[in-house]
């Protein structure tokens, strides 16, 4: 018997691409992580303040400039206050050690919508005192505003994420 | 004779650089001549290969498709109902789907490296080996993608690790990461925007094969059928000994431990873990090895290898547009466009110089003839057998300059006279006459492996030949490679005795 024509060998040859990819689809393993790690994730949105806010007496001026004009003449040349967001400072402190500190410029061309933050970190399993402080007023040396401080206990290839809600931080597992 | 070795003409016409994968392909392809035939040999159907298994891809998918279920909970539990609630259907189908997806990207592998060193990726090809090299980045952004729609741990392993190759590049505000975090954003938006984009990328590669072959004359899509079924039933055999299933649910809340890997489709991700690749550097890797092969047609060159032949010039007074050499032309170089000379035709012939493989094919089929290609004419035809034979009895041996028929024992021989051409697809009723009225004693013509022509003949067209005249005797058509000269030898005298 010929299987559809072919010598047994070559039937046999034929088989191999179907061997290496039912193989190769699943084999060898990889190992990514082992018990003994973990991560902290800092992960968030948050829309910063205005550089600079409309106050009463502007926005009492501003409606006054809009009150004689055309309404197709009312957007031009007429704000009231700034549309550029502050830059959001982290810093991220896991057992007292800085592990991330830096700031992150508001989304859009003009800087004027949230700050999307992602920020993974390789820590071992097991407790943890983590630190976060968040400033969202670009006042660079100042104090941060937001903080949390807790001893987490990471589970093994556990994954805790902190998400600021401002004013408060909660934590996911 | 014109050279003493048809191999070494063949070797002549190739890069420098590519000549000794060259010699082992020609190895591989002889070596499997022997055991499958040259009519079913898998190496001559790499491209419907790949067709095929697309097919069994698009066939098992469109079935999967219906029972998915796009929800971050149920998109899991669909699968695994599909694995074990209809094991003899739908099990089988997913196995399928697996092993065919990492066969397709195996193929398109072999597919390239056979066209690579058998120098079928440059000159009049440039345009068929760009258009599928840009086929590789849908083809595994699809099989990666399949892979994330399982859920599983190692569909997590790809949307993290395809979270953050896309999280460098400016496409949207927020990080694609934020949805693979405990807390995060994951919803059925993203697996309904998955399914979508897995459903669209074959409809992309329809579109991007049908480009691929555009140059291509009559490009097979099926194998031979018992090619097919024997591929299929080996993939059948697999799906049945070892299904395809599910690694355990997918976890935000937990890192991945050990994965099994498609190593077809997710190498990378695991590579750049193991040697701390930056993901910019990664896609620095990812786009110059892209941008690298796309530009061989271009680097890929010799000077000292064989001058190109000229492309084909028409004589338009004798073009009467009757797309006879249209329906020769192997690489789609002919257009029939309306006549602009004022002659008494419909029609007129115009060749696009830039797909003209220049392999002559076309010169036999016009009755008129108003085809030549430099020197090579049916007039140059004729005035070189004249001059080769002069009536002293010899056989007239035209040879292939690719077929790797190896001529040096027979060279001196003044039995024979030698003539070399491009293709044997350039020899026309008109030559074979011109032989015997010019007393040749047969006519032998040396050829490549029927189905391995360089320019695409894939029916022998001496056989053609052969019937056009309805049967000559005098004509033997011998099949290469024959890198044995003693095997040469035998073959001519056994023939021209044999008269």
């Known amino acids: 018997m010929r299987p559809f024509g072919f010598s047994w060998l070559a039937f046999l040859i034929l088989g191999a691409p179907a061997a290496i990819s039912a193989y190769f689809a699943d084999n060898p393993h990889y190992h990514y992580y082992h018990e003994t790690d973990a991560a902290l994730v800092v992960s968030f949105k948050h829309t910063t303040p205005r550089i600079h806010e409309c106050t009463p007496e502007e926005m009492k001026a501003f409606l006054a400039g809009l009150a004689w004009k055309p309404k197709h003449m009312q957007k031009a040349g007429l704000s009231c206050g700034s549309r550029e967001r502050h830059n959001l400072d982290l810093l991220v402190k896991v057992d007292g050690r800085t592990v991330h500190e830096k700031a992150t410029v508001p989304s859009g061309w003009r800087h004027d919508a949230s700050v999307f933050l992602f920020e993974k970190f390789m820590v071992g399993a097991g407790p943890h005192k983590v630190e976060v402080y968040v400033r969202d007023t670009g006042a660079a040396g100042a104090d941060y505003p937001y903080a949390y401080t807790e001893v987490i206990d990471f589970p093994p290839l556990g994954v805790v994420a902190v998400d600021f809600q401002k004013p408060s931080f909660v934590l996911h597992r | ?198 459903l669209l990328m074959p409809c992309v ?62 190498a990378l991700f695991p590579a750049a873990h193991a040697w701390s690749i930056s993901v910019p550097a990664l896609w620095s890797v990812v786009l110059g090895a892209f941008g690298f092969v796309s530009v061989f047609p271009w680097v890929v060159r010799d000077p ?119 293709c044997v697809g350039i020899l026309g009723p008109k030559t074979v006459t011109t032989s015997l009225e010019n007393g040749a004693r047969g006519i032998a013509v040396f050829q490549c492996s029927p189905l391995n022509c360089h320019y695409r003949v894939t029916v022998s067209r001496v056989d053609t030949l052969r019937g056009e005249l309805g049967g000559v005797p005098e004509v033997a058509v011998i099949d290469g490679p024959l890198p044995d000269p003693e095997d040469v030898k035998r073959r001519l005298e056994a023939f021209r005795e044999g008269l």
């Open chain 2, 205 to 266: 590669m329809i579109i991007m094969l049908w480009i691929h072959n555009m140059r291509i004359a009559r490009p097979p899509i099926m194998p031979p059928r018992p090619l097919a079924w024997a591929i299929f039933t080996w993939f059948m055999v697999a799906a049945l000994i070892n299904p395809a299933v599910s690694g355990a649910e997918a976890n935000i809340s937990r890192l991945i431990g050990a994965v099994e890997i498609d190593w077809f489709y997710l």
């Open chain 2, 1 to 198: 004779m014109d050279k003493e070795n048809s191999q070494q003409d063949a070797a002549r016409l190739l890069p420098a650089v590519i000549r000794p994968g060259w010699r082992l392909l020609g190895r591989i392809t002889g070596f499997m001549d022997r055991i499958f035939t040259a009519r079913l040999n898998p190496i001559y159907h790499l491209g419907a290969i790949g067709y095929f298994l697309f097919w069994i891809l698009l066939g098992t998918g469109i079935y999967l498709y219906l029972f998915y279920d796009m929800s971050p909970d149920r998109a899991y539990g669909s699968i695994q109902r599909i694995s074990e609630g209809q094991k003899w259907l739908g099990g089988i189908m997913r196995s399928l789907h697996r092993y065919a997806s990492a066969a397709f990207a195996l193929t398109v592998l072999i597919h390239m490296t056979q066209a690579f060193f058998s120098d079928r990726f440059r000159k009049n090809r440039w345009f068929a080996w760009v258009t599928g090299a840009a086929i590789l980045p849908f083809m595994w952004f699809e099989g990666a993608t399949g892979y994330v729609m399982v859920w599983d741990e190692r569909g997590m392993m790809a949307a993290v690790a395809f979270s953050q190759w896309f999280d460098v590049v400016p496409l949207a505000v927020e990080p694609f990461s934020r949805n693979f975090a405990p807390g995060g954003t994951l919803n059925s938006l993203f697996f309904f925007l998955l399914s979508y984009l897995h």
């Open chain 2, 304 to 422: 000292k290898a064989a001058p190109a032949r000229p492309p084909i010039q028409l004589d338009l007074s004798k073009c009467t547009g009757c797309e006879l050499c249209q329906k020769a032309c192997p690489f789609e170089a002919v257009s029939i466009v309306p006549r602009a000379d004022g002659r008494p035709f419909q029609w007129q012939v115009e060749f696009q110089s830039e797909r003209c493989a220049s392999c002559g094919l076309c010169i036999p089929a016009c009755p008129f003839p108003a085809l030549s290609m430099g020197e090579w004419s049916l007039d140059y035809f004729d005035r070189r057998i004249v001059e080769l034979l002069a009536g002293k009895n010899k056989t007239m041996v035209f040879y292939c300059e690719r077929s790797k028929a190896d001529l040096s024992a027979v060279a001196a021989d003044q039995r024979f006279a030698f003539l070399k051409i491009p």
